[in-house]
């Protein structure tokens, strides 16, 4: 402790006294000045500005208690160490009320005893200062912080928008169909995205996809993804029809831009197309789990399928699946997010509840959301999407 | 939320990673790392992956996995071996079709008759059986006698 190059104050109407404690501390390595009553001691105290004050409580005029009333109307911290031959508790206790940092009886036997007092006062008034200090410091970087995290928010809300403003119109009624999505990111930027748009006028394509990882990161990727279907489905129309355009194509395009990106990211997706002239759907899986689900006939099952998440191997070949379809059916299509909300310590177990979610739903989205309670959702560790489409339900 | 971790060991070219609980995004940049080392320094014949312990692996990693696949094949003709006995983590790895880029083990102990469907590799047939084998063997030699062979990888790196 660095106490002993301290100023210190004494206020002492006793000549003998003063003198004698102002030699004992000056040997003991502090400055001392001194005064001999409480006005000229006040005086003392504003010009010199002392680290800490000894006075005695019993001089004439002002005395002690007054003393320390005043120095501590001018919010000072500085600690005044009281001594008194009175010895009279009720100037103890009111002394101690004001403040004072100590109260020593005179006389002072050993001065030793007055030294160590004065030591600790100041220890003390150091520990308040610095307290003080940190708390200061704390509550700047504080405001720092919540300024820096309203910005945050701010670009998180606007990358929302963003995010937002890139999905579908939903419902989306076309030829029959009915197609209908829901997004609830675990953060504000969800690496969760689904798309349906017409291809031309026999077909539709609709994809889910979810980018690994979570937040903005992820999120910049989905932009990603729709800049890049977007840009196919332009290059395939200015290039007239493309008979033979499949889901798989797609999943290949994507695998190779996102590879070519170098982001360290990759998705696990679900493509389809629906020939509105055939009846027939087509469709692809990079790495999706779980598996679409069709309902039809009161009855849901799982589809079968396989293939790479896309966006990690240069060669993957994605293969094609085809179903017929029936005049009334749902087609869902979920993140694994949703596998958080079903029952069951294993996966297995959950994977295989969400059929007969989808069948107690009925097949449609807004169903599904009542079943699986989407409305009262806490916080959630993963994205959640569901993208349904379906025709004709009872 | 638990942390899971991750340890290394080597012996005789073969390189252990073992995965130890809830593995997250938390670890993959030490992972990488050491990705980068094995491919960059070690003479290194095989890579065993162990999952028997692992109660979930996060996307970013699985896809640090696959990128252990690709840099195994270009070095050594070779995909990496993952030994998995939990059926979620065993049926995640299948959804993501990583059977067809890791010599996928399901069994605790190794039997030859087991390995009927590896992907096809740059090494014959019998090669790479023998050394999805051998991976195993040494795997489980380390497991059972040999627990001080792994060290913390994330310490590990830190002593770099």
């Known amino acids: 402790m660095h106490n002993s190059s301290a100023k210190l104050l004494i206020i002492d109407d006793d000549k003998v006294v003063r003198a004698s404690l102002a030699a004992y501390l000056e040997d003991s390595g502090f400055q001392v000045l001194q005064a001999g009553n409480a006005l000229q001691g006040l005086e003392v105290f504003e010009s010199e500005e002392p680290d800490l004050v000894i006075c005695d409580l019993r001089m004439p005029q002002v005395d002690g208690l007054e003393l320390i009333r005043r120095i501590g109307e001018q919010q000072s911290e500085t600690p005044v160490i009281v001594m008194s031959g009175a010895g009279v508790m009720s100037d103890v206790v009111e002394a101690l009320r004001l403040g004072a940092a100590d109260y020593l009886i005179k006389p002072l036997e050993d001065l030793a005893v007055l030294e160590h007092s004065v030591r600790r006062a100041l220890d003390r008034a150091r520990l308040r200062l610095e307290n003080r200090r940190y708390r200061e410091k704390l509550e700047v970087a504080n405001r720092e912080l919540q300024a820096s995290l309203s910005l945050l928010q701010e670009d998180q809300n606007a990358g929302r928008q963003v995010q937002l403003n890139m999905l579908p119109e939903t419902p989306w009624e076309v030829d029959g169909l009915c197609f209908a999505h829901k997004i609830i990111p675990s953060l504000y930027l969800s690496g969760d995205f689904v798309d349906y748009f017409r291809i031309d006028e026999r077909r539709l394509g609709f994809y889910l996809a979810d980018v690994s990882g979570h937040g903005a990161s992820s999120a910049f990727v989905t932009v990603l993804l729709k800049f890049m279907t977007t840009r196919l489905l332009y290059e395939f129309r200015r290039n007239g029809a493309f008979p033979d355009f499949k889901p798989s194509d797609v999943l290949a395009h994507i695998n190779r831009g996102l590879i070519n990106c170098k982001l360290g990211k990759h998705v696990t997706m679900l493509g389809g197309l629906i020939d509105l002239a055939a009846d027939r759907l087509t469709y692809c899986v990079g790495g999706h789990l779980p598996l679409p689900v069709f309902y039809s006939n009161g009855e849901a099952t799982y589809l079968k399928g396989r293939g790479l998440p896309v966006g990690l191997f240069q060669d993957a070949r994605y293969e094609n699946y085809e179903l017929q379809l029936p005049a009334s059916f749902s087609l869902t299509l979920v993140s694994d997010g949703v596998l958080d909300l079903l029952p069951g310590e294993t996966l297995k177990e959950r994977e295989a509840v969400l059929p007969d979610r989808v069948r107690t739903a009925g097949g449609t989205l807004d169903g599904l959301r009542q079943v699986l309670g989407l409305a009262q959702l806490g916080e959630m560790p993963d994205d959640i999407a569901l993208l349904v489409l379906n025709r004709n339900l009872a | ?160």
């Open chain 2, 1 to 160: 939320m638990s942390i899971g971790k991750i340890q290394f060991a080597e012996q005789s070219g073969t390189f252990v990673l073992k995965f130890i609980g809830e593995i997250r995004l938390t670890l993959c940049s030490a992972l990488d790392d050491t990705i980068e080392r094995i491919f960059a320094a070690l003479n290194f014949s095989a890579i065993v992956i162990d999952l028997t312990e692992t109660q979930s692996i996060d996307s970013t990693t699985l896809g640090l996995l696959a990128k252990l696949s690709i840099l195994s094949r270009q070095k050594v003709g070779m995909l990496p071996t993952v030994v998995t006995t939990h059926p979620d983590i065993t049926r995640l790895l299948q959804s993501m079709g990583f059977d067809q880029v890791f010599n996928i083990v399901d069994r605790p102990i190794p039997c030859p008759e087991c390995l009927s469907e590896l992907p096809s590799q740059d090494q014959s047939e019998e090669v790479v059986k023998a050394k999805v084998l051998e991976a195993h063997r040494i795997l489980m030699g380390l497991n059972e006698s040999n627990r001080e062979a792994f060290h913390d990888l994330v310490s590990a790196l830190e002593r770099q």
